[in-house]
């Protein structure tokens, strides 16, 4: 029966390609399948802290290739990684288009944001940062879904995301990317490789700025924020026999954003009669890696950043500092033919200040910075039974001051009966120490009051994970079909209640327990014509079950988590290096924050976003490309509750405002930003 429909199902495939025209000689099998074998060769470092092919991987790990993020080109990673299927860029204030990034439906602070393997994207720069890493200096972007806090600590429970930054080894020696929309934004990539003597250095400039104020709502409030944005990179090699890795990088970025009734300027900064967020940022990084030139694989990598941000919210200031410093220590080791030893230790320091009371000593009525030590240790095995068969035992244990000593154990397997089928299944548990800092943008806009209803406790997750893929290859295509289930289970989650009072925003630990689950398929098809098709689907059921005050169990749907998603892309590559790419990513109804009695739906509608880009190459590196962004021009309706009163000073009224309601910016799931038409320029020398 089972082979049955497998036949069926190639035959139907079969026949699709016929149609195409694109049946070839039975000898195309063999170089197809010799090219899906290297596909499966790509070399990842996220799941195990060090060098393998992603096939030998016993971690399921999704690879992104910076041509993948070109397919739909972005200003920024915070945008580029929406392509992928299960991870959703979430916008959570329409007024300054702060977000976070989702894994299968968690929230933000479950995502794990790393810049080469260290973690540097936390807390306030989640919020504020993700915006400024530009593509310009990604090489690759290698996802994993599910438990990582085994390697990789706090915040890894719903997944990580580690971007891979361009080495000036292998970069271009010139790259630059010019483009522009006809909202008039303006974006510019330089890159440039230099030679000094045994050091190899590569710069990296990215400038942003769009400046129009655009209100095709006309609620009186710009559709998209205003931003000036200029970052600087540069990274360094050393290239000596001894020393196989050793690298030291640093970034610096500055932006300003403000967003508001269009009628805003600068004046009007902290007063209560024109509304406007206004926000400038600092941001300064240095990061390292440096092999120990001994026999032994010994490599230790530090980390250190500063986030500075000056902010209104209306007439509410936001003045926040954060700096993060993390330093790391790890051994690898071959123990035989079967066994692959890695053990380490880290420290990671955060210490955090604002002007709000996620800072303040109440009892002695001064502020408090927020000051977290981290230290832990991690050991790790991977143990080859035989060629088809890999076991993965993994141990992390860290002290928080707070909280005392946290495990996370980590289990995974392996099992590959040959080159075309893999199977794996993931457990582990994850944790996250209590973070204060609301990374709800709500609770800033003063619409709301933040309480902290009680002392919170330590986050924990339990999850597994069942991966199953399938490569294929015949004369006529090849490809392969990545299948995932996907569980969660929460205890002491620390949720964010808008629905006690409208006036505050309630942060407790949730009596009960939260659930992630799901399935996601990923499949790609490249056909010996000149088409190559990618698709994703994921079913994903977020939910939260706690005891109210009567005893009674209350059940509530994740905000912002679709039961239904997908992304799909096709590129058809024409004579003369000309291609065109079709790009897209569809939701779901998700849960929206609503008020009592609102009258603005509970619940997103079907919606779907499509992009289409056209890509000329010429010769010596140049690279001429320009399409359209959002083709069916889909923007969410009623964004803002209340805009034409933003300081509430006539929330009072009986007769205009029988409900009561209050300025809230913070109802979205999508971009305000409507259909735009985009040029841009590609040029590098090798």
């Not at 996620?358 to 095995?381: E, R, S, Y």
């Not at 928080?400 to 996370?408: A, F, K, L, V």
């Not at 090849?478 to 209640?497: E, L, R």
């Amino acid at each position: 029966m089972h082979t049955k429909y497998r036949i069926s199902v190639k035959e139907l495939i079969f026949t699709m390609v016929t149609c195409f025209g694109v049946l070839t000689a039975p000898a195309q099998e063999k170089k197809l399948r010799d090219t899906l074998q290297k596909d499966g060769d790509e070399v990842v470092v996220t799941g195990n802290m060090k060098e393998m092919t992603r096939k030998e991987s016993a971690i399921p790990i999704e690879v992104y290739s910076s041509k993948f993020f070109k397919k739909n080109p972005t200003p920024n990673l915070f945008e580029a990684v929406g392509m992928i299927n299960g991870v959703k860029p979430q916008l959570n204030c329409n007024v300054c288009n702060t977000g976070d990034i989702h894994i299968n439906g968690m929230e933000g602070p479950y995502t794990l944001i790393l810049i080469d393997g260290m973690p540097i994207v936390s807390s306030l720069s989640t919020v504020y940062g993700l915006s400024g890493i530009p593509n310009s200096i990604v090489e690759r972007v290698e996802v994993v879904k599910g438990p990582a806090a085994a390697m990789y600590g706090s915040e890894a429970m719903g997944g990580l995301i580690n971007v891979i930054t361009k080495s000036p080894l292998t970069a271009p020696l010139l790259s630059v990317d010019v483009n522009a929309t006809s909202w008039q934004e303006y974006n510019v990539d330089l890159s440039l490789k230099q030679r000094f003597g045994k050091l190899q250095s590569l710069l990296g400039i990215n400038y942003f700025n769009y400046n129009q104020r655009v209100d095709k709502n006309d609620d009186g409030f710009t559709d998209v924020t205003l931003q000036h944005r200029i970052a600087v990179f540069n990274k360094w090699n050393l290239e000596r026999k001894e020393y196989r890795v050793a690298s030291l990088a640093a970034r610096y970025v500055y932006e300003d954003r403000w967003g508001g009734q269009t009628n805003w300027n600068n004046e009007w900064r902290g007063s209560d009669s024109i509304y406007g967020e206004s926000v400038y940022t600092k941001r300064w990084e240095l990061t390292g890696m440096y092999q120990l030139p001994l026999k032994e694989k010994i490599f230790t990598q530090f980390s250190y950043n500063l986030h500075d941000q000056n902010s209104f919210y209306g007439i509410i200031p936001y003045m926040a500092t954060q700096q993060t410093g993390f330093a790391q220590a790890y051994w690898s080791k071959g123990w035989g033919n079967k066994h692959d030893i890695l053990a380490g230790i880290s420290v990671r320091y955060n210490y955090y200040d604002d002007n709000t009371t996620a800072t303040q000593d109440i009892h002695a009525g001064k502020n408090q910075p927020a000051q977290t030590v981290l230290p832990g240790l991690f050991l790790q095995d991977e143990w080859k039974l035989n060629d088809a068969n890999k076991l993965l035992l993994g141990y992390r244990f860290d002290y928080d001051s707070y909280h005392g000593g946290i495990h996370s154990p980590r289990l995974a397997y392996k099992f590959s009966p040959d080159q075309d089928n893999t199977l794996r299944i993931s457990l582990g548990s994850g944790f996250r120490v209590v973070n204060i800092f609301t990374e709800d943008h709500a609770a800033l806009t003063g619409a709301r009051e933040v309480v902290i209803a009680d002392k919170l406790s330590p986050e924990r997750s339990y999850n597994t994970n069942l991966n199953y893929v399938r490569s294929f290859a015949t004369s006529s295509f090849f490809g392969n079909i990545d299948v995932t289930g996907f569980y969660s289970y929460f205890t002491n989650k620390i949720i964010a209640d808008y629905d006690t009072d409208p006036q505050k925003i309630i942060y407790n630990n949730l009596n009960g327990y939260a659930v992630s689950r799901g399935i996601s398929v990923n499949t790609e098809i490249n056909l010996v014509s000149p088409l190559k098709l990618i698709a994703g689907i994921t079913y994903m059921d977020v939910f939260q079950q706690r005891t109210n005050q009567a005893g009674e169990k209350e059940k509530s749907f994740q905000m912002h988590a679709p039961k239904w998603s997908g992304n799909f892309l096709a590129t058809y590559l024409f004579k003369r290096k000309l291609s065109m790419d079709l790009t897209g990513n569809w939701y779901s109804p998700m849960r929206l924050p609503v008020f009592p009695n609102d009258y603005r739906p509970a619940y997103s509608p079907w919606f779907c976003i499509v992009n289409l880009q056209a890509t000329k190459q010429f010769k010596n590196g140049l690279e001429v490309y320009g399409g359209v962004k959002n083709i069916f021009d889909f923007t969410p309706s009623d964004p803002i509750m209340r805009p034409q009163d933003p300081f509430d000073k006539t929330v009072n009224d009986p007769v205009n405002n029988p409900n009561n309601y209050t300025f809230d910016p913070s109802y979205n799931y999508a971009s305000l930003q409507g259909r735009r038409f985009f040029l841009g320029v590609r040029f590098f020398v090798k």
